[in-house]
């Protein structure tokens, strides 16, 4: 290839990873924005997360269009080839944790008009917090090039399962001892869900990174909370409000 032929591929590549970084922006903010949402009762905040979904499908999109672009007429092999189809990657666990960020606001919308729950809305608010921070660092791991950064969230994916695992059964103490309050924690339970499956678009994305940088797969098995019956019974009902994912 020329010096403008070069040139010109570099900068192909360089603007799809600004673009990944620049939608990895945007999810973060919608986590944040979700769980604020829900820990200050704010309805126009969780309006404004449900309606800027949109800006992230967009991106998804944009980002797709790129990469099979980019392959499609420079052929990139070796690290290009890993640095493209990790952008398509990115942007697929970018576009679900926006999914499911929304999903949080909608839910913080119905609870928003019945009555405070402040002990279980600081418990969603600490488990939102550390899914937040977990998907921070990643995000940042990946604008630096960091694998040993991304691998810290990688091997932390349990603290998020432990987080869940007690606030499920903080919330089903709370509906076996007032049964008016079942139907609000059916609500916060999902947002724990949804906050839970963020954390594990987290640590996708670390092994995105990893695959990036590294051209290899992650050794050693991913860690893991294994849930009791109860909790599978639980998570085996369907949210009638979770994105769909194919």
Known sequence: MNQHTVKSYGDELNQLTAIVARMGGLAEAQVADAIESVARRDVALARAVVERDARLDTLHSDIEKKAI?????????????????????????????????????????????????????????????????????????????????????????????????????????????????????THLLFMAKNLERIGDHATNIAETIHYEITGGDMIGERPRWTPTPSDSDVMAVDDPLRPQES
């Open 69 to 185: 672009r980019l392959i499609a007429l420079r052929q990139p092999v070796a690290s290009d080839l890993r640095k493209t189809l990790s952008a398509m990657k990115l942007a697929v666990d970018l576009e679900r944790t926006g999914d499911l960020a929304r999903n949080i606001s909608k839910r913080a919308l119905i609870l928003a008009d019945g009555e405070p729950m402040l002990p279980l809305t600081r418990s969603i608010e600490r488990m939102g917090k550390l899914v937040s921070n977990r998907l921070r660092d990643v995000l940042d791991a990946y604008t630096a090039s960091d694998v040993d950064r991304a691998m810290g969230v990688w091997t932390s994916d349990d603290e998020v399962d432990e987080h869940y695992n007690s606030l499920f059964r903080e919330l089903l103490t709370y509906m076996m001892g007032d049964p008016r309050t079942i139907t609000a924690c």
